[in-house]
């Protein structure tokens, strides 16, 4: 999807504040960090690498979305790392987690399943029309 050698973004393009609190669906391109509050699903645009980082005290209920993901905050709903997952210290999270190479500290917390996918099983399955 984005190539075999898609690397994490070097730099933050967008900020969402430890005092800003997000209720809806949320799309980003490039590097998002999240200090905040999001009740919905993050994603990252389609076809485009992104990379999310979560700091010790942000939280996302919702699915969260994108090549490269770093959660050191709470997580409330499934993960889809379609590239790197890095679970830190001070990480909670509710919910599977899908990766394709993962790190995980001391101290990280996973209440769900961790599942390994190669590349084309990161793909959203299409839906199936009943005959």
Do not use: W
Not at 72 to 86: C, D, H, K, R, S
């Amino acid at each position: 999807m984005f190539g075999r050698d898609s690397k994490p973004q070097n730099r933050i393009d967008s900020l969402i504040g430890a005092t800003t609190r997000i209720e809806g669906n949320l799309f980003f391109s490039g590097g998002l960090r999240i200090d905040g509050t999001v009740r919905g699903n993050v994603s990252a645009l389609p076809d485009q690498p992104g990379t999310l980082v979560l700091s010790e005290h942000a939280r996302i209920e919702g699915e969260v979305r994108a090549a490269h993901v770093v959660v050191n905050g709470t997580v409330i709903g499934p993960v889809f790392a379609l590239e790197t997952l890095e679970l830190q210290a001070g990480c909670r999270v509710k919910g599977d987690m899908h990766y394709k190479s993962i790190e995980v500290v001391r101290g990280a917390v996973v209440d769900g399943r961790l599942i390994h996918h190669e590349e084309a099983e990161a793909k959203p399955a299409g839906l199936k029309l009943a005959s």
